[in-house]
């Protein structure tokens, strides 16, 4: 069994620039960098770790995420539902298929586990 260590992962230099998110309701659209992991064992569920620079935009994915954010703060409202803020320390569970408007007023960086 291999064991991965990022250390210090708030700071990790060595992220990948990736497409611009897929719904900016900000413009210019919020960029996003990232570094996938792979865990023997996982399946098909995809971890890592994601960064985006402030903006406004729509949530794409289906999948349940729980996310842990390391750095930067913002909110989510969820379609029909009440705006909740979060910041670095905070922990997030979203159900599948859970719709809403990211709004990020700082760089955000999060440790994520997509399920699939």
Do not use: V
């Given at each position: 069994m291999s064991i991965?260590?990022?250390?210090q992962s708030a700071q990790l230099a060595d992220l990948q620039a990736q497409e611009p998110v897929?719904?900016?309701?900000?413009?210019?659209p919020s960029k996003t960098w990232g570094r996938a992991v792979e865990v023997a064992g996982a399946?098909?569920?995809r971890c890592g770790i994601w960064e985006?620079?402030?903006g406004r935009f729509e949530r794409q994915l289906a999948s349940a995420e729980t996310m842990h954010i390391l750095t930067?703060?913002?909110?989510?409202?969820?379609?029909?539902?009440?705006r909740m803020e979060f910041k670095?320390?905070?922990t997030l569970f979203?159900?599948?298929n859970t719709t809403g408007v990211w709004e990020l007023t700082?760089?955000?960086?999060?440790m994520y586990v997509v399920m699939v």
């Open positions: 991965t260590i990022l250390r897929a719904i900016p309701l900000t413009q210019p399946g098909n569920n985006c620079s402030p930067g703060s913002g909110s989510f409202t969820p379609t029909d539902g009440e670095a320390g905070d979203f159900p599948a700082e760089t955000l960086r999060k």
